[in-house]
Every structure is written in structure tokens, then in C-alpha cells.
């Protein structure tokens, strides 16, 4: 049995891999991922490590062949210089949660559509309705993630 390095057990990569071994023992070891992918083994051992940022295209097809796409949004939110600031952290979340969440910000369509004709009925958003606007624009994020997190799971469970 192969030894797990304890710096690499919170890292998305390796947990993917790990998580991967029930659809392919390959993947038991970074070897095995090497053979598969192209990819050197201490190349991904440095990237399990959190020691190296994966190319953009190494993301991609360790999440195609790991069945993760999860890593994809891992990457883009967190690792990618321009992602940080644009995509949001997507959690894979089962589809209970999911739907509560979904139907929770559902639950508040009508008082951020009633806000957001208020403030914007002049065509101004003046200082003092500003804080109503980030209201809604929170909200929008909010249903936004929670449509990102769907899309996650169906990408993840009905492939």
C-alpha cells in the first residue's frame, strides 16, 4: 500500500484521484495517472502537493479522466490569476441540499424584483438606494451560484 503524504490530503487533485480509484485502480497511483494522462508522476506529485499549479490543460483532462469537474471550477476560482476575481467557489453539494438552496432564493424572486423596479423606476441609482441594488445584485450571485452548483452535480452524477 502506497504511503499518502499528509500535505496533500486537503489538496483537490489528490482528492480526486483518491476518489477516482473506484472507477479505475490506475489511479491508486500516480504512476498509473502518468500512464493514463501524459502527465509526469512528480509532476502530479507536485501539483497534489499544492507545490505547483497545474497548466489549464492538465486541469482539464485530470477532470475528464477522473470523472471531477469540480476541479475545473477548483482551478478557475482559486488558482487562476483571473478566475479569482471573476468565478465563484462552486461546492459539489448533494441534490437535497441543492434543491432547499435553489427554492430558498427562489422564495425571494418577487421582493428583489419589486426592489430593483423601485430603485431603477427613474433610470438613477441614486447613493441612497445603493445599498438596495447590492441587495439585489447579492441575490442575483446567490441564485447564480446555486444554478453553478446544479449544473455541478449533474455534470458530476449523470455522466
Known amino acids: 500500500m502506497s504511503r499518502i503524504a499528509t500535505k496533500c490530503l486537503d489538496n483537490a487533485f489528490h482528492i480526486a484521484r ?15 495517472v502518468a500512464e493514463i494522462t501524459g502527465i509526469e508522476r512528480t509532476r502530479l506529485g507536485r501539483i497534489e502537493a499544492g507545490t505547483l499549479i497545474p497548466y489549464p490543460e492538465e486541469v482539464l483532462l485530470l477532470a475528464h479522466v477522473y470523472k471531477a469537474p469540480e476541479l475545473s471550477n477548483y482551478y478557475c476560482s482559486r488558482e487562476c490569476p483571473l478566475g479569482k476575481q471573476t468565478i465563484p467557489q462552486i461546492e459539489v453539494a448533494e441534490l437535497d441540499r441543492l434543491t432547499i438552496q435553489i427554492l430558498s432564493s427562489f422564495q425571494r424572486i418577487d421582493h428583489i424584483k419589486d426592489i430593483l423596479i423601485d430603485i431603477t423606476a ?25 444554478a453553478q452548483s446544479l449544473k455541478l452535480w449533474a455534470e458530476k452524477t449523470l455522466k
Open 18 to 32: 483518491i476518489n477516482a480509484i473506484s472507477s479505475n485502480e490506475m489511479f491508486s497511483s500516480r504512476e498509473g
Open 122 to 146: 427613474d433610470g438613477i441609482i441614486d447613493m441612497e438606494e445603493r445599498p438596495k441594488f447590492n441587495q439585489v445584485m447579492a441575490a442575483l450571485d446567490l441564485i447564480s451560484a446555486n
